[in-house]
C-alpha cells in the first residue's frame, strides 16, 4: 500500500480544503437551522456554492456528473469537507444520501436512475434510507423486520413503521426496507409526497448536523409498482451489505475531518492559554492529551485508509470495516472528549465549536451498528475463521 498522494489529488485535497475555509466555515453560524438540521434554503445555498466550485458529489461517477472518487480519494476529499459540520451537506456528502447514491449507482435499473438518481447527484433532491424500526422491529439485528409487503395486482402493499429516519423530513424519495410474504427482505422505491407515507414526527435528537434531522415514518397500504423494486426481489439484506460497507467507512472519514477541528482549536487554546505560571500546553498533563490525540487521529486515518484500499481492490470488506467503524468512532470520541477537558468552560459553552462537535458525534458510536453490535459480528467471524483454519 502507497501512502502517497498522487499530485491531482493533493491538489484536490486543498481545492476542498480551501472551499471550506472560505465558503462553508462562515455560514456555520446562520440562523437557517436548528436542531433538526440546515433549513432547505442554506442546504440550498451550500450546494450552489459546491456547485460552482466543481465539488459537488464527488463520489458518483463521472457519467452522472461526480468527480468519480476512488474510495481512497474518498477517505482524503471527505475528511476535509468533515472539517466543517456544514462540509458534507455542501458537498452532497452527507448521510444517507451518500450511501443511497452509491447503492442506486451499483443496483438500480436504468429508469430509476433517471427518475430518482440524476436529480439527486445534481443537488436537486434528497433522500432517505428507510430501515430501522421501534421494538419490536429492526435495529442493529436487520433480521428482525417487521415493515411488510403484500402483494397486490402489479404490484405490493407496505405497511409498518419506521424511525430514527435520517433525512426523512423533507426527502423526496425513500428507500424501504419491507418484508415479503416469504420471509425475504425487499427494497422498495417510493416517493415521499404520496398520501400512503406520513412523516409522524421528528425525534429530539444529540445531533443536529443531518438536513431534515430524524424522523418517525408510518406506512400505511402504501402502493409500490413491481417497477420499483429496487433490484431483485428478495435480496433486500444482500444489497444493505452493498450500502453499508462503504457507508460505515465513510461515516468514519466525515467524523475524523470535525475530530481534526476540534483537535485544531484545542492546540490553539494551549499555546495561548496561561497557567500557573506557563501555556496549557507546557504542562505535562494537557501535553499528553495532545499527544494522546495525535495518536488516535493517526490510528483512525490508518484504518479508514487501508479499508478504502481494500475497497479499492475490491474486496468486499465487511468484516475491515466494521474494524474501522469500531476504532474509529471510539478514538474520534476520545479525541474530542479530550479536547472539551483542555479547553475547560469554553469547552462546554457554545464560546467555541467543540461542544457542538462533541454533542453530534456522540452518536457516532451508536448509528450505522453499535460498537458491541459490530465487536460481536467480528467475534463470530474470527472464531468461525479459526475453526475452518484448523479443519
Known amino acids: 500500500m502507497n501512502f502517497d498522494l498522487s499530485d491531482e489529488l493533493k491538489a484536490l485535497q ?14 456555520e453560524n446562520d440562523p437557517r437551522q436548528d436542531s433538526h438540521g440546515p433549513h432547505p434554503a442554506l442546504r440550498d445555498e451550500l450546494v450552489a456554492r459546491a456547485r460552482a466550485a466543481g465539488l459537488l458529489t464527488p463520489h458518483a461517477s463521472v457519467e452522472l456528473g461526480g468527480l468519480g472518487l476512488s474510495h481512497t480519494a474518498k477517505a482524503v476529499v471527505f475528511e476535509e469537507a468533515g472539517y466543517s459540520w456544514l462540509g458534507p451537506t455542501a458537498l452532497n456528502i452527507h448521510a444517507p444520501d451518500e450511501g443511497n447514491i452509491h447503492l442506486m449507482e451499483a443496483v438500480a435499473s436504468p429508469a430509476q436512475k433517471a427518475r430518482w438518481l440524476v436529480p439527486q447527484v445534481q443537488g436537486r433532491t434528497r433522500s432517505c434510507f428507510a ?6 422491529g429492526a435495529g442493529a439485528d436487520p433480521g428482525m423486520l417487521q415493515t411488510t409487503a403484500v402483494r397486490d395486482g402489479a404490484g405490493y402493499r407496505i405497511n409498518g413503521r419506521k424511525w430514527f429516519i435520517t433525512g426523512a423530513d423533507g426527502a423526496d424519495y425513500a428507500i424501504v426496507m419491507a418484508r415479503m410474504e416469504d420471509g425475504t427482505a425487499t427494497m422498495f422505491l417510493a416517493d415521499m409526497d404520496q398520501p400512503g407515507i406520513v412523516l409522524e414526527r421528528n425525534m429530539d435528537a444529540m445531533d443536529r448536523c443531518f438536513t431534515g434531522g430524524h424522523g418517525v415514518l408510518r406506512f400505511d397500504n402504501l ?7 429496487l ?8 444489497y444493505a451489505q452493498v450500502r453499508l460497507a462503504p457507508a460505515r467507512l465513510t461515516h468514519c472519514m466525515r467524523w475524523l475531518g470535525q475530530a481534526r477541528r476540534a483537535h485544531d482549536i484545542a492546540v490553539d487554546y494551549a499555546r495561548r492559554r496561561q497557567a ?7 504542562h505535562e498533563g494537557v501535553g499528553f492529551m495532545l499527544a494522546d490525540n495525535d495518536m488516535d487521529l493517526q490510528t483512525a486515518r490508518l484504518h479508514i485508509w487501508h479499508t478504502a484500499w481494500l475497497l479499492d481492490q475490491g474486496q468486499r470488506c465487511n ?16 479525541v474530542v472528549d479530550r479536547c472539551v477537558q483542555i479547553l475547560g468552560g469554553q469547552g462546554v459553552t457554545g464560546e467555541t465549536a467543540v461542544m457542538r462537535i462533541f454533542t453530534d458525534m456522540r452518536a457516532f458510536r451508536i448509528y450505522d451498528g453499535p460498537s458491541e453490535v459490530h ?3 467480528m467475534a463470530r467471524k474470527i472464531v468461525q475463521g479459526e475453526a475452518a483454519a484448523a479443519r
Not at 474501522?324 to 476520545?334: G, I, Q, T
Open 231 to 238: 433490484g431483485e426481489p428478495g435480496k433486500g439484506f444482500r
Open 375 to 377: 465487536r460481536w459480528s
Open 14 to 27: 486543498q481545492r476542498t480544503r480551501d472551499f471550506i475555509r472560505e465558503q462553508v466555515l462562515p455560514l
Open 319 to 334: 468484516f475491515e470495516s466494521s474494524r474501522a467503524k469500531v476504532v474509529c468512532s471510539e478514538a474520534e470520541w476520545r
Open 131 to 136: 430501515m430501522t424500526e421501534p421494538a419490536p
Open 276 to 282: 500557573f505560571g506557563r501555556p496549557l500546553a507546557e
Open 223 to 229: 402502493y409500490v409498482p413491481e417497477a420499483d423494486i
